[in-house]
């Protein structure tokens, strides 16, 4: 079946530590983004790809670092320098126009 | 940039009823998408229905329709005969279709519709 993969459901972070969370698309799609969920905001986009080996900031990059090597993959690095981490994160990707088609999402928890 | 604006927090209504989900959107362009997603307790975000901004027909997927009000900016969805299984947070969201769509979607703060049995 053909979808976005996110994984894992739920992480759990320490104080000052990094974390990564996986997203995998075999939908074949040349977009990929990441959303930040928190409750009464909304999605906030936190990063987007057109392209492998090229990605460009959203509203909310502060204190998060991706990568886009493969076309199927788009990872989302959370680094000590977000002081807020606690969120839902989403994964979507999409054809250059159209909809967007998202991942099961990921929880992230500041423990 | 765009903005897109959902005014109620939250909807109530009972079973079998109808209800209307109201969405505004802000923007200079004149070739755009709109979209309403479904979020269920899940919190997978499931695609309800998509209208682009060239066609004047309002479009429909089953029980679910919008009017679309493009002078006015304006993107509501209607829910007819509404089951317990359409309790959810519902999410208005806009994208360009040209250039200024490379960067995804814009969505509203989301409408939490309750469905009364």
């Known amino acids: 079946d053909g979808g976005i993969t996110q994984s894992p459901k739920y992480l759990f972070r320490k104080e000052g530590q990094n974390v990564t969370l996986s997203c995998e698309q075999n939908?074949?799609?040349?977009?990929m983004y990441w959303y930040r969920q928190d409750p009464g905001q909304g999605l906030r986009l936190i990063y987007y790809?057109?392209?492998?080996?090229?990605?460009q900031k959203g509203d909310i990059a502060e204190g998060y670092s991706v990568s886009r090597e493969k076309k199927e993959s788009f990872p989302l690095t959370v680094t000590s320098a977000q002081k807020n981490p606690t969120a839902f994160y989403l994964c979507?990707?999409?054809?250059?126009?159209?909809?967007?088609?998202f991942g099961q999402g990921t929880r992230l928890t500041v423990v | 940039a765009q903005t897109v604006t959902q005014s109620q927090p939250e909807m109530s209504v009972q079973e079998a009823e109808t209800v209307t989900l109201s969405c505004t959107y802000d923007?200079?362009?004149?070739?755009?998408?709109l979209f309403w997603y479904k979020q269920p307790p899940s919190r997978q975000m499931i695609l309800v229905i998509r209208?682009?901004?060239?066609?004047?027909q309002n479009a429909t997927e089953n029980r679910f329709s919008v009017n679309f009000q493009k002078a006015a900016k304006s993107f509501s969805l209607k829910i007819s005969d509404s089951q317990l299984g359409d309790a959810a947070m519902y999410f208005c969201a806009y994208r360009s279709a040209g250039g200024g769509g490379a960067d995804g979607l814009t969505f509203g703060k989301g409408t939490h519709l309750i469905i009364q049995p």
């Open positions: 209208q682009e901004a060239y066609k004047q």
């Open positions: 923007t200079s362009e004149s070739d755009y998408y």
């Open positions: 939908l074949n799609h040349d977009a």
């Open positions: 979507a990707s999409s054809i250059a126009v159209g909809e967007a088609f």
């Open positions: 790809s057109q392209i492998v080996n090229d990605f």
